[in-house]
């Protein structure tokens, strides 16, 4: 399985913008697929995440209700829209897939093992 990450590019603040991760394969129920992002000179940090056995969502304190996390099953690609964007929303944003993960380990990079390459987001002030 690959997964790829698209969607990155550069807007203003309180601009939107939609990334999308595409998975190779077919949909799996174990998965729980994720959002994370590492803004330069920081440690990498959680966005968002979807657990497909109970469609259940998680996102970070900082972009709740600004970001959305959603995903076609058809087209086994999870999206992260992003509203009301801010400049410390700039980063590289990376998704990636954890089977079978427990909610307290969904924003920790260490349980999964599958990632994209990154997409990066500019946000100008």
Known sequence: VQLQASGGGLVQAGGSLRLSCAASGRPD???????????????????????????????AESVKGRFSISRD????????????????????????????????????????NLWGQGTLVTVSS
């Open 29 to 59: 129920r174990a998965n729980t697929m994720t959002w994370f992002r590492q803004a330069p000179g920081k440690d990498l940090e959680f966005v968002a995440g979807f657990r497909w056995r109970d469609r259940s969502t998680q996102y």
């Open 73 to 112: 099953t058809s087209e086994n690609t999870v999206y992260l829209q992003m509203n009301s964007l801010k400049p410390e929303d700039t980063a590289a944003y990376y998704c990636a897939v954890g089977r079978n993960l427990i909610t307290s380990s969904i924003s920790s990079s260490r349980h999964y």
